[in-house]
Nanobody, 120 residues
Framework: QVQLVESGGGLVQPGGSLRLSCAAS????????MAWYRQASGKERELVAR???????NYADAVKGRFTISRDNPKNTVHLQMNSLKPEDTAVYYC??????????????WGQGTQVTVSS
């Protein structure tokens, strides 16, 4: 019913920047929040950044001041601008959606993940 397509991952040197994007499509009536999570090898998935329908944001302490989440509501798209990247930011990054397909039916979904590798 809902599809999330991520783009923008890749290999970057320490100190570099990347911009991730996630476009949501399908049977979406409204979106309450979108977020980015990441999962490094051998570790649990963790929240990186979240943005609400009205633009309120919250970030993991490890990325505050370096990452910025933004949202294009008409296009149902969320972006994650990542600056001053560190090797410890290396992980698979997942887009997450919390929305509704109608007035009463909530939907949550995950993207397929995009690899971010920070290495010299």
């Amino acid at each position: 019913q809902v599809q999330l397509v991520e783009s923008g991952g890749g290999l970057v040197q320490p100190g570099g920047s990347l911009r991730l994007s996630c476009a949501a499509s399908g049977n979406i009536f409204s979106i309450n929040a979108m977020a980015w999570y990441r999962q490094a090898s051998g570790k649990e998935r963790e929240l990186v950044a979240r943005i609400s329908s009205v633009g309120n944001t919250n970030y993991a302490d490890a990325v505050k001041g370096r990452f910025t989440i933004s949202r294009d509501n008409p296009k149902n798209t969320v972006h994650l601008q990542m600056n001053s990247l560190k090797p410890e930011d290396t992980a698979v990054y997942y887009c997450y959606l919390d929305g509704n397909t109608n007035w009463r039916t909530r939907v949550t979904d995950w993207g397929q993940g995009t690899q971010v590798t920070v290495s010299s």
